[in-house]
């Protein structure tokens, strides 16, 4: 069982992470949000059931929907806001926008718009850690899409040959962009993939916190003990369309209005911490407040940034050793 200080920072991850891709919708339909944005509203279980068992020592790769990911490995509202509205106050001064956050200070090695390229970049962090002999480990976070891609199945043969300890979490949502999974993915289950290389595959309910938190917390301890790594299938599912500008035409309102309304992970864990008696439903409501208003204060901090500076555009772009 989730003890009561993990599970509450489970819930004020998952409610903070709803919040900023909800309020990144908002913004992006008041024309006050440059570009499209992938978002992981739906998805919250994962990230911050995984993120709750790294620190800053560990290491992530992220996705183009990378916003729960980063948020749950330490990155602040404000910040993160300020960068997908272009200002200079954001995490990359502006320059990323949406789809590439990193912050190493917080182990994120960055979020990628390339389907599949991030997990090469986790394999690789993998590799240091176990070079300069650190007691942490490197997660994969990738779609269904990005299963299919060469980077994973090159990047899991390398980690299961070294051993390395890296951990790919698959986060299923149905759809690679319009393409539902079984129309692209010659397995059932993702996580038999595992199998291919001589690891464990599971597959968990990706809307559960606790089920992601029990599979993790196993995978983790396998890589800390030398064993190599394990592939993660989280089933779940995304609330909104592909990006912002998605009509959506795949799957109908019935489909996704049923998993809003019986699949909900803030829900369903909000109901877990209640019906175990970890927390109260005070406790949680005051933390649903609480993130509320860190995303107010958030927005009002982005769109009072200041804009970039054109005299800085070649900062941070070549490397002067």
């Excluded at 390339?114 to 990738?142: D, R």
Aim: glycine residues 10%; charged residues 25%.
């Amino acid at each position: 069982m989730i003890d009561k200080k993990t599970g509450l920072w489970i819930y004020n991850k998952m409610n903070e992470i709803r919040d900023f891709e909800e309020t990144a919708w908002t913004l992006f339909t008041e024309n006050k949000l440059r570009g499209s944005v992938h978002l992981y509203t739906g998805e919250e279980a994962v990230a911050a059931a995984v993120c709750a068992q790294l620190t800053d020592e560990d290491l992530i790769s992220s996705t183009h929907r990378g916003h729960g990911h980063c948020i749950a490995k330490g990155a602040e509202l404000d910040r993160a806001l300020a960068e997908l509205m272009g200002k200079a106050t954001g995490y990359c001064k502006g320059r990323s926008g949406s789809m590439h956050i990193a912050d190493f200070t917080k182990g994120n090695l960055g979020a990628n718009a390339i389907v599949g390229g991030g997990i090469p970049i986790a394999t690789g962090g993998g590799l240091a850690l176990k070079m300069q002999g650190k007691p942490n480990v490197s997660v994969a976070f990738f779609g269904d899409g990005a299963s299919n891609q060469g980077t994973f199945h090159e990047s899991i043969n390398l980690a299961a040959v070294w051993k390395l300890p890296v951990i790919y979490v698959c986060e299923n949502n149905q759809f690679g962009m319009t393409v539902p999974v079984w129309q692209s993915t010659s397995v059932k289950n993702i996580s038999d993939r595992g199998a291919a290389y001589g690891i464990p595959g599971v597959t968990v309910d990706g809307n559960d916190a606790v089920a992601v938190y029990e599979a993790f917390a196993r995978a983790k301890k396998r890589a800390l003990n030398g064993e190599g790594p394990t592939l993660i299938e989280a089933k779940t599912y995304r609330w909104r369309g592909h990006w912002t500008g998605d009509p959506e035409p795949y799957r109908t309102r019935e489909e996704v209005e049923d998993w809003r309304e019986h699949r909900d992970p803030i829900k369903l864990f909000r109901a877990y911490l209640v019906q175990h008696r970890i927390t109260t439903k005070k406790e949680l409501d005051e933390i649903e407040k609480a993130a509320a208003d860190k995303m107010a204060a958030a927005v009002d901090f982005a769109l009072n940034s200041p804009e970039p500076d054109p005299a800085h555009v070649l900062d941070d772009v070549f490397y002067e050793g």
